[in-house]
């Protein structure tokens, strides 16, 4: 399993654009309104803000914070640095009920390759089966996201363990 740059230059193909993403942490001290869900949080509104989606992941893994304490993350498409911190606070607290004055600033993290984008005439070249017992997965292929890279996985493991199957007979 590779990121999809890596899988086109191992074989040889085209690479996808990649898409940059920016991320802040955020730390919760006292959640005095909000529904506590495990839910991701995405701007549906007909004039979206800044973020691409937010979620309070202490609600899913309560030992992502010290007692006591929420851990909120934000994301965005493209790189933004600390100046927009706060832009990105008051739009996580929008999105999930909170106080934007009750989030504090942990740290912000850019990734300028963090997705594919996806390219369906790019997708059609490639096969999970590479060569003999050379099998890729990666996200890049069918659906640029984390729920696609686990796809891809899963389905590069089923060809694996039907090749093995047919081998046997």
């Known amino acids: ?3 999809p740059v890596t899988t086109a230059q191992l074989l ?3 690479a996808a654009a990649m898409k940059s993403v920016t991320t802040w942490y955020f730390a919760l001290k006292h959640r005095n309104r909000g529904p ?3 839910l991701l949080a995405v701007d549906g509104s007909t004039n979206p803000g800044l973020l691409a989606n937010s979620v309070v992941l ?3 893994a309560r030992s992502y914070a010290p007692t006591g304490y929420d851990l909120v993350s934000a994301s965005a498409i493209g790189l933004y640095g600390d100046t927009q911190s706060s832009a990105a606070a008051d739009h996580a607290a929008l999105l999930h009920t909170l106080n934007p004055a009750d989030l504090q600033l942990i740290k912000c993290y ?3 390759k963090a997705l594919p984008q996806f390219d369906a005439s790019l997708a059609k070249q490639y096969s999970h089966l590479a ?3 050379i099998y890729i997965a990666s996200d890049g292929i069918t659906t640029p996201s984390i729920n696609g890279a686990i796809a891809a996985g899963s389905e590069a493991a089923d060809l694996i363990l039907f090749q093995q199957l ?3 007979k």
């Open 58 to 60: 202490t609600d899913a």
């Open 166 to 168: 047919k081998d046997v």
């Open 36 to 38: 506590r869900t495990k």
């Open 131 to 133: 060569a003999e017992q």
């Open 1 to 3: 399993a590779t990121d």
């Open 12 to 14: 040889n193909q085209p």
């Open 110 to 112: 850019q990734i300028a």
